[in-house]
């Protein structure tokens, strides 16, 4: 049984987060969690706390055993994008993107435990 969570609308990129993501993808769940607690990249965090969720939708909704769930899927999708600028000389303006990323984990844990 598959069970998701989403962190939407997080204030990072989405191209570093991927690189968080790619660490985690494939592990047991509680691995993932001390991975990530000793990752020092600010996307750290947010990742920890969408795969803390996950965890516990499963746990909480579907009663699954959190020892026995495995992160089987996690990518980041492009969010909405803020466009600022920034002045420069000669009265010119130099764009600046704020990019801000979808998160998704999905766990996999079996029912029958």
């Not at 996307?43 to 579907?62: G, M, P």
């Amino acid at each position: 049984m598959e069970v998701r969570a989403l962190a939407a609308n997080q204030p990072i990129s989405p191209r570093k987060v991927r690189l968080i993501l790619d660490r985690i993808r494939g592990l047991p769940a509680g691995e993932a969690v001390s991975v990530l607690e000793f990752l020092s990249q600010p996307s750290a965090k947010i990742v920890l706390k969408a795969v803390k969720s996950a965890v516990a939708n499963a746990e909480n909704n579907f009663n699954l055993n959190p020892d026995r769930l495995l992160v089987k899927r996690a990518f980041a999708d492009e969010a909405p994008t803020l466009k600022r600028f920034r002045a420069r000389s000669r009265g010119r303006a130099e764009p600046r993107m704020k990019r801000s990323a979808h998160i998704e984990i999905v766990v996999e844990g079996d029912e029958g435990f």
